[in-house]
């Protein structure tokens, strides 16, 4: 599958009802999901920033800022600042849901 960029580039917050063994579902932002106690989301800008925040150890929201890039058609690489990388396939996206895999993580 070819990944076109611009179907990325949006806010996405997870949906982890929908998850199915190891794929991770996606929703955009303004998507009505049921309320959760706290959902990742991910921001991937047009210029390749990216801005990720999920729920940190003391409850609070953390935020991670980094680059995304399209390292193969349907590989997406999360670069974070601090060194870690996540590489997700990506199996479907349009403007409904992002559909990922993770390939691989590695912290420095």
Known sequence: MTVE???LQREWVRAYEEDVDDVHVYRPSRYPLPPSRGRPRVTLRSGGELVASD???TDGLVTYIG???LLEP???E???D???IENLRVLSC???ALKVRRLSTSVP
Request: glycine letters at 14%; aromatic letters at 14%; proline letters at 5%.
């Open 5 to 7: 960029r611009w179907c």
């Open 55 to 57: 729920v940190g150890p």
């Open 67 to 69: 680059r995304w890039q």
């Open 74 to 76: 349907d590989v997406l």
């Open 78 to 80: 999360l670069d974070f």
């Open 82 to 84: 601090g060194g870690r």
């Open 94 to 96: 349009d403007a409904a």
